[in-house]
Nanobody, 115 residues
């Protein structure tokens, strides 16, 4: 059974940082494409960042230069380092893994940026 478990969300002030983690089990992690999505209230889910099995990364324009996605295949974990957070980054963040044309989702972790 595939499981993706996110952690690291919380409340942070504008300009602050958080690091999200997503621990995977039940999949061949090293060949999986990994993504972070987010969904704010009343908005559609959007892709924030992705990383290929080879380590190539891609970011949404809104987070480029502030967020960094990385992966540790030895720990079956993908990370999202978020710096210079803004109130508009407030959302539920979801981890997504894709392998052999199947996609899996975590349960999400809330990130709130507010003073």
């Amino acid at each position: 059974q595939v499981q993706l478990v996110e952690s690291g969300g919380g409340l942070v002030q504008p300009g602050g940082s958080l690091r999200l983690s997503c621990a995977a089990s039940g999949i061949i992690f090293s060949i999986s494409a990994l993504r972070w999505y987010r969904q704010a209230p009343g908005k559609e889910r959007e892709l924030v960042a992705d990383i290929t099995s080879g380590g190539r990364t891609n970011y949404a324009d809104s987070v480029t230069g502030r967020f960094t996605i990385s992966r540790d295949n030895a720990k079956n974990t993908v990370y999202l380092q978020m710096n210079s957070l803004k109130p508009e980054d407030t959302a539920v963040y979801y981890c997504n893994a894709e392998v052999y044309d199947r996609r899996y989702w975590g349960q999400g972790t809330q990130v709130t940026v507010s003073s």
